[in-house]
Nanobody, 120 residues
Framework: QVQLVESGGGLVQPGGSLRLSCAAS????????MGWFRQAVGKPRDLVAI???????TYANSVKGRFTISRDGAKNTVYLQMNSLKPEDTAVYYC??????????????WGQGTQVTVSS
C-alpha cells in the first residue's frame, strides 16, 4: 500500500502563487516518476507536470514558464510551484506516482486531490 498526501491548494487571486506538495509513503522500493495532473469541472484529467527519478521534467504547454516541478528524493516528495496563476488554472490537482513496491511490482497511485481556485 502506498499513501500520497497532498497539501498547498487554496484560493488565490489572478497573478498570485501557490505551492503544492505531495509526500509518498508506504511499501515503496523505488520511484520512477512523480507528477501532477489536474481536472477542471466538466473536463478530463490532464497532465500538468512530471519529474523522473533522474530529474527530467515534462510540462503541459499551458503552464510552461509559470509552473516549476521539483522533488526531494530523500523524502519521496514532489512539489509544484505555481506562479502567475490564471483563472483557467482552476481545477482539482492530483498527485501521481509511478513506482515499484517492495516485491518489485509496478504500481501507479493517485492522491486524493487538492482544490486550486484562481479568482478575484
Amino acid at each position: 500500500q502506498v499513501q500520497l498526501v497532498e497539501s498547498g491548494g487554496g484560493l488565490v487571486q489572478p497573478g498570485g502563487s501557490l505551492r503544492l506538495s505531495c509526500a509518498a509513503s508506504g511499501n515503496i522500493r523505488s520511484i520512477s516518476v512523480m507528477g501532477w495532473f489536474r481536472q477542471a469541472v466538466g473536463k478530463p484529467r490532464d497532465l500538468v507536470a512530471i519529474i523522473t527519478s533522474g530529474g527530467a521534467t515534462t510540462y503541459a504547454n499551458s503552464v510552461k514558464g509559470r509552473f516549476t516541478i521539483s522533488r526531494d528524493g530523500a523524502k519521496n516528495t514532489v512539489y509544484l510551484q505555481m506562479n502567475s496563476l490564471k483563472p483557467e488554472d482552476t481545477a482539482v490537482y492530483y498527485c501521481n506516482l509511478r513506482a515499484e513496491d517492495l516485491l518489485q511490482r509496478s504500481m501507479i497511485s493517485w492522491g486524493q486531490g487538492t482544490q486550486v481556485t484562481v479568482s478575484s
